[in-house]
C-alpha cells in the first residue's frame, strides 16, 4: 500500500491541483477554516453531513444533478437568468456554490452564520417577474425549499452511488434532518427533513416543473464550460454524465435525455466510480481535513469510521 502510494503520489498532486483551480480558486469568498480551535461549527465531526460532504466524487457529480434539476423549475430558474452570471461565467457561480456549501458544512459557527447572512443579503435583491407573469422573490421560501431539496438529495444520491454502498435510512434521514438546518437559516419553509418526506416533495412538486426554452439554453451552457485545466473536454463529459446519471427517472423523462445519451450517462457515471479512490487520495488535505485538525480529531476517522 505504501508503495503504491509512492507511486501514484505525483498524479494525486497533480489531480488536487487542477481540482483545485477548477473549484476554489477566485471564488471571491474567503473562508477562515482553521480558527477558532475546537470550534465544531453547524455539524461536527460526528454528524452525517460533514461524512457526505467530505467525499468529493459525491458532492461533485451531486452538484451537477442539482443544477440540472434547478433548471426545471421557472420560477427558481427566473432568478437565475435575470439576475445570475452564468452565462458569462458559470463557472465562477458554480465556485460560489461549492464555497457556500463547503463554508457551512466545515466552517468554524461564526463564519458559516457569516455566509448565511451574506447569501441572504443577496437574496433580498433577486426579485421579478418570470415571462408566465409570475412574480418571483430568492426570498420565497418555497423557491428556497425547492434548492435545498434538489442540492441535499443529489448528494445523498452521489455518496451513495460513488462510495458504492447503500445508506441505512436512519441515516439518511438524519442527514436531511441535519442539513434542514442551513435551509431554515436561509428562509425555506417546510424543509423534508427525512427520505420519505422528501420523496413526497417531489412528488408534490413535478407538476410545476417543465422544459423551457431558458432551461434548454442553461443546459447548454452547462454543457459547453470551459474548465481551466488539461483535457477539458473530456473531464466536463465526465462530470456531467456523472451528474445526470444520478437524476430519479422522472427528472430524466422531463429533461427528455435520449437512451443514448442515458447510456453515455451510465458509462461516465462507472467511469468516476473507478476514479474515485484516486480523487479522494487527492483531496485529502481539503478543507474536510482542515475541520478534522481544527477539532482535534484524524481525518481517516472521519472518512472510514462507519455510520
Not at 477566485?26 to 453547524?42: N, Q, T
Not at 452525517?48 to 433548471?71: E, K, S
Not at 431539496?149 to 435510512?169: D, H, K, V
Request: glycine share 8%.
Amino acid at each position: 500500500m505504501a508503495r503504491l502510494n509512492t507511486l501514484t503520489a505525483p498524479l494525486q498532486n497533480l489531480l488536487r491541483d487542477w481540482i483545485v483551480g477548477v473549484l476554489q480558486r477566485d471564488s471571491g469568498v474567503p473562508i477562515e477554516y482553521d480558527l477558532p480551535v475546537g470550534d465544531r461549527g453547524l455539524f461536527g465531526p460526528q454528524s452525517v453531513t460533514w461524512r457526505i460532504h467530505a467525499d468529493f466524487p459525491g458532492m461533485m457529480a451531486g452538484g451537477v444533478a442539482a443544477l440540472m434539476l434547478q433548471t426545471l423549475h421557472p420560477l427558481a430558474l427566473a432568478g437565475v437568468w435575470d439576475h445570475s452570471t452564468f452565462r458569462t461565467d458559470i463557472l465562477g457561480r458554480l465556485r460560489r456554490t461549492t464555497a457556500f456549501v463547503a463554508g457551512t458544512t466545515f466552517a468554524p459557527t461564526a463564519e458559516a452564520e457569516r455566509l448565511i447572512a451574506m447569501v441572504r443579503g443577496i437574496h433580498r435583491k433577486v426579485r421579478g417577474t418570470a415571462p408566465g407573469g409570475q412574480r418571483y422573490s430568492a426570498m420565497n421560501g418555497d423557491l428556497l425549499t425547492w434548492v435545498h431539496c434538489t442540492e441535499m438529495s443529489s448528494f445523498l444520491a452521489g455518496y451513495q452511488f460513488y462510495r458504492g454502498i447503500e445508506l441505512p435510512q436512519s441515516v439518511q434521514d438524519r442527514y436531511l434532518a441535519e442539513t434542514a438546518l442551513v435551509a431554515r437559516a436561509l428562509g425555506a419553509k417546510k424543509v423534508p427533513a427525512s427520505q420519505a418526506e422528501m420523496l413526497g416533495y417531489f412528488e408534490s412538486v413535478q407538476a410545476e416543473l417543465e422544459l423551457s426554452e431558458r432551461s434548454q439554453a442553461v443546459l447548454q451552457v452547462l454543457a459547453a464550460i470551459r474548465l481551466p485545466i488539461p483535457f477539458s473536454q473530456p473531464a466536463r463529459g465526465l462530470f456531467l454524465g456523472a451528474g445526470a446519471a444520478l437524476l430519479p427517472p422522472w427528472a430524466r423523462q422531463k429533461l427528455r435525455f435520449s437512451r443514448i445519451e442515458q447510456a453515455r450517462h451510465k458509462t461516465a457515471a462507472l467511469t468516476l466510480k473507478q476514479l474515485a479512490p484516486l480523487l479522494r487520495a487527492a483531496l485529502r488535505d481539503g478543507v474536510a481535513a482542515k475541520a478534522c485538525r481544527r477539532v482535534g480529531i484524524d481525518y481517516a476517522e472521519l472518512s472510514h469510521k462507519p455510520f
